[in-house]
């Protein structure tokens, strides 16, 4: 089940509600924006303490700004191969790799709901 909140301080009273029944976790952040990819390990710590198993997709978005970016692509690679999340460039005011990002958290989050239904089934009491 995919849903969508801002990083907004004006949404957080609403972020709790949308981690119920979470199968996929995707954050954003400004290739551009080096206080942006900073606030990643922030956003990941929330998501895994209210959802530790599901998949996360990290996203460098802007890509359409790749000249000005302040975060090597290499090191935001580095750091999801460690943590073993996904990653994906896109740019939403061009539309790259927008589709790409969304089928492939489509795709994780039907994998993962199968597999917790599965486990499920196999260790119900």
Same mark, same amino acid.
């Given at each position: 089940?995919? %849903? #969508? ?7 957080? @009273?609403?972020?709790?509600? #949308? #981690?119920?029944? &979470?199968? /996929? ?5 400004? $290739?551009?924006?080096? +206080? ?5 390990? $922030? ?5 895994? +303490?209210? /959802?530790?198993? $599901?998949? $996360?997709?990290? /996203?460098? =978005? %802007? ?6 970016? +302040? ?5 935001? !690679?580095? @750091?999801?191969? !460690?943590?073993?999340?996904? #990653?994906?460039?896109?740019? &939403?005011?061009?539309?790259? =790799?927008?589709?790409? !990002?969304?089928?492939? &958290?489509?795709? !994780? ?17």
């Amino acid at each position: 089940m995919l %849903k #969508y909140t801002g990083g907004q301080e004006m949404f957080t @009273y609403l972020r709790p509600k #949308y #981690y119920a029944g &979470a199968t /996929c976790a995707v954050i954003v952040y400004d $290739i551009t924006n080096q +206080s942006s990819s900073d606030e990643i390990e $922030i956003w990941v710590n929330e998501v895994v +303490s209210k /959802c530790p198993d $599901i998949p $996360i997709v990290v /996203c460098g =978005n %802007k890509f359409d700004l790749n000249e000005a970016r +302040s975060i090597e692509k290499e090191v935001m !690679l580095e @750091y999801t191969k !460690l943590h073993k999340f996904d #990653y994906v460039e896109s740019s &939403a005011l061009s539309g790259f =790799n927008v589709d790409k !990002l969304f089928h492939h &958290a489509r795709r !994780l989050s039907h994998q993962y709901g199968d597999d917790m239904l599965k486990f499920r089934k196999e260790y119900s009491l």
